[in-house]
Structures are given as structure tokens and as C-alpha cells.
């Protein structure tokens, strides 16, 4: 059974605009959440992480991310999407390892 | 900057070839895994390690094999290569601790198979 996942293969925005990648996951107890990134013939890079305390966690390159115990689910948002924020999106689950959901291609267009 | 190196970047090699793909850290981490990445740009867990003489299987059953013998060294090896090992091979290492934390990613390896 998949531990997080994606429901958007793709998110197209505007540059300037806010936007949203978004992840929900189904594991038990309290999850440890993850956001990365990749871009072209890269490996990933690390975003953001929620482990517990507060529910907003701020991350790298301006990412920010909301965790929803109700709702399961650990979107990841940016108020103003620049171009060069053009990437593929992971959301992860600790599962003794981390488990990875299927990815979302953020495009934005200029 | 993260200190973990993979290569080859890019293999192209025949059916039935046996190949490794090296993954070193400068790090000292003791986790260390890979992740296979293939076209539709999923990511699965095909092996990880605790620490030296430590290996597990991942989550995608995989024909690979893995050894560490070093702290720093995570090398994963395919006897006989076939074209559905095609994809992108990714190492990644973290700190020990309750979690697993943040993975540091290498650069990825690309092993193309006719």
C-alpha cells in the first residue's frame, strides 16, 4: 500500500503566482514528512521536513509546507513561484527508510 | 554542498554484461541507500544499509546485489545486465539517529542496457 502520495502528475502556474504541490499519506501514529526536489539529470535535494511541533514548517528556496493531521496530508506551497522553481516535487514518508510518492512536475511559465 | 559521488554518470553496455555502480560518501554517514528511478520518474527503494556488513532489500525486488564493507563505500553490482535494468540509479546517505532525516543525494547513475 503506497504510504504518500501525489495526486497531480503535473502543476502548471504562472510566475508570480502562489502555488500548491500536493501530498497526502496513510500511515499509522506520526509520520515523519519529507519534501525534495529534482531537477534535470540531478539527484534530489532536500526542501523541508516535519518531525512534530508546529504545523507550518519553512524549508529552503522559500517552500513552505502545511502538515494536516485531519486531512493527512503535507502540501507544499510558495507564495510568489519563480521559474527557476521548475523542478519535479517529491513528498516522502519515514518508514525506516523513505518511502517516496510518485512525484509532481511543477512547471512554471514565465 | 553534499559530499557523495556516484559513477559512472552514464553506462551504455550490452545484455548479459556484469556492472557495478559505485557510490561513495565523505561524510561518515551510516545509512546508506539506493533508489532506482526509472522513466516515469518514480523513485523505489531497491536496497539500504545500516552500517558496515548491514544490507537490506528495499521495497521494489531488484536483481541486484549490494555489499558494505566500508562506512564510506556502497557499491551495487548486476551479474547479467538486461534491458530492463535501464533507468536511472540514485545513492543516498543520512546520519543515524530515530529517523531517517535528510538524505543526501548523488548526482545519479544512468545505466542504458541493448
Known amino acids: 500500500a503506497q504510504s504518500v502520495a501525489q495526486p497531480e502528475d503535473q502543476v502548471n502556474v504562472a510566475e508570480g503566482n502562489p502555488l500548491t504541490v500536493k501530498c497526502t499519506y496513510s500511515?499509522?501514529?506520526?509520520?515523519?514528512l519529507f519534501w525534495y526536489v529534482q531537477y534535470p539529470n540531478r539527484g534530489l535535494q532536500f526542501l523541508l521536513k516535519?518531525?512534530?511541533?508546529?504545523?507550518l514548517v519553512k524549508g529552503s528556496y522559500g517552500f513552505e509546507a502545511e502538515f494536516n493531521k485531519s486531512q493527512t496530508s503535507f502540501h507544499l506551497k510558495k507564495p510568489s513561484a519563480l521559474v527557476s522553481d521548475s523542478a519535479l516535487y517529491f513528498c516522502?514518508?519515514?518508514?525506516?527508510?523513505?518511502?517516496f510518492g510518485s512525484g509532481t512536475r511543477l512547471q512554471v511559465q514565465p | 554542498e553534499a559530499d557523495i559521488y556516484q559513477t559512472p554518470r552514464y553506462l551504455v553496455i550490452g545484455t548479459g554484461k556484469k556492472i557495478t555502480l559505485e557510490c561513495s560518501q565523505t561524510?561518515?554517514?551510516?545509512?546508506m541507500y539506493w533508489y532506482q528511478q526509472d522513466p516515469g520518474m518514480e523513485l523505489h527503494l531497491i536496497h539500504y544499509?545500516?552500517?558496515?556488513?548491514?544490507?537490506e532489500k528495499g521495497d521494489l525486488s531488484s536483481e541486484s546485489t549490494v555489499s558494505r564493507i566500508r562506512t564510506e563505500h556502497f557499491p551495487l553490482t548486476l551479474e547479467s545486465a538486461r534491458p530492463s535494468h535501464t533507468s536511472q540509479y540514485l545513492c543516498?546517505?543520512?546520519?543515524?539517529?530515530?529517523?531517517?532525516?535528510?538524505?543526501?543525494f548523488g548526482e545519479g547513475s544512468r545505466l542504458t542496457v541493448l
Open positions: 516522502a514518508v519515514d518508514r525506516g527508510a523513505l518511502t
Open positions: 561524510m561518515g554517514h551510516d545509512k
Open positions: 543516498a546517505s543520512s546520519e543515524s539517529g530515530t529517523y531517517t532525516g535528510e538524505l543526501f
Open positions: 516535519y518531525i512534530t511541533g508546529d504545523n
Open positions: 500511515v499509522s501514529g506520526n509520520p515523519y
Open positions: 544499509s545500516y552500517g558496515v556488513n548491514s544490507t
